[in-house]
């Protein structure tokens, strides 16, 4: 049984919005530009943009918080209009995003702060042109046991 | 507030281990091969297979269910010879594992069953010569809301 549970970060809303200025991006930087542009279109409720961000093809994925996986472009672009359009989403925040390159795949590894609970979330980047675009997305609670084993041996993780 | 509970399903522990002739394997049954020897060294407790199944350098990265991410090849490596030599660590099965291939890059999601528990897993795998090795792992649980928001509408998925 897992204990699933909440960490209270305090994260500004626009921690994402600070990039730096396109001319200065490295390889890395506009991955993590990328990835802060899809938390923007979360925030803003852009769907067009939401949509925009990812591959355009059926190469795409998404396990959404305690859901399961869900394949393709139909069924993840779906979801993400069902979230957008819903008034009552939460606010979302991205904090200490860290960009993995990797040939034409990255990733970016973060904090997501979702109405003041601490996600751990990875967003997959494929290099689509000069840009990237996402194939799949996972955010997964961190739960309480973190502080707990703080002070444990490594041996009691889960798994 | 993420509402995270348990899902039994009842799935066999060689569920990954009935793997086709390798001379028969399409490059999807190539991957889903590696995932499957990942479970197997996780439940076999093999250590040095788990550590040979990862890429080796540091752009691997890992979030193990209701922890943050960790980075690095001694750290993720690290955590897993922790796990492995946890003599009370629990039984996992890997089922319905689907592979997305894409280039010199894959993932395979699949539903962990963790002691009676579902987790919606992906894993993610670098091509390295004629074969896949892990890059990224990532286990979430899922909610029990999953049962609940069969009736409900789509939009009140959390995210």
Redesign the interface.
């Known amino acids: ?4 549970g ?1 960490k209270s970060t305090e994260v500004a809303l626009d921690f994402c919005l600070s990039l730096p200025h396109p001319r200065a991006m490295t390889k890395d930087n506009k991955v993590i530009a990328a990835n802060a542009a899809f938390y923007a279109a ?1 925030s803003t409720g852009d769907f067009a943009e939401m949509e925009r961000m990812w591959a355009d093809d059926d ?1 795409i ?1 998404c ?7 869900i ?1 393709g472009r139909a069924t993840v672009i ?2 993400w209009r ?2 957008l ?2 008034p009552e ?2 606010q ?1 925040a991205c904090a200490e995003p ?1 960009a ?1 390159v ?4 990255a ?1 970016v ?1 973060c ?1 997501e702060i ?2 003041g ?4 979330a ?1 967003n ?1 980047f ?1 290099r689509v042109g000069d840009g990237w675009r996402l ?2 997305h ?6 309480q ?2 502080e707990q084993a703080e002070e444990d ?7």
Chains 1, 2 share one sequence.
């Open positions: 049984m897992l204990h699933c909440q979360f190469a994925s396990i959404h918080p305690g859901w399961p996986a394949v779906g979801s069902d979230i359009q819903n989403r939460p979302i860290q993995i990797d040939g034409d795949s990733r590894l904090i979702v109405d609970t601490a996600l751990a990875a997959h494929r194939v799949h996972q955010s997964s609670p961190i739960a046991i973190v041996s490594p041996s009691h993780r889960i798994h």
